[in-house]
């Protein structure tokens, strides 16, 4: 199992980027996926989740209504889409695979399948 995270880079704050998390060597659809983020010093974070068809999906309150996950499971793919930049978005940011239907998806400790992580630095 593969998960490749792509998307990365320095942004100004108030600027936006997607990020993208490819999947491979195993049956996309039966997954529900999660972004985490992690910044120096910090923990791991929850920032989204989404269920394996794509009809349900879960934000930290740091991100409501800034960021927005997303998944294509034709082209075994989840994204993140994520507006309005704020400095404090700076971090290491993986994507994460758990068996639909897990309960918890908040929790780091559920998913069973981690991508490498992608940058996102976030200038004031």
């Known amino acids: 199992v593969q998960l490749q995270a792509s998307g990365g880079g320095l942004v100004q704050a108030g600027g936006s980027l997607r990020l993208s998390c490819a999947a491979s060597g195993l049956t996309f659809s039966n997954y529900d996926m999660g972004w985490f983020r992690q910044a120096p010093g910090k923990e791991r974070e929850f920032v989204a989740a989404?269920?394996?068809?794509?009809?349900?999906?879960d934000y930290a309150d740091s991100v409501e209504g800034r960021f927005t996950i997303s998944r294509d499971n034709a082209k075994n793919t989840i994204y993140l889409q994520m507006n309005s930049l704020k400095p404090e978005d700076t971090a290491v940011y993986y994507c994460?695979?758990?068996?639909?239907?897990?309960?918890?998806?908040?929790?780091?400790?559920?998913?069973?399948?981690w991508g490498q992580g992608t940058q996102v630095t976030v200038s004031s």
């Open positions: 994460a695979a758990v068996f639909k239907g897990t309960k918890l998806l908040r929790s780091s400790t559920r998913y069973i399948h």
């Open positions: 989404i269920n394996w068809s794509g009809t349900s999906a």
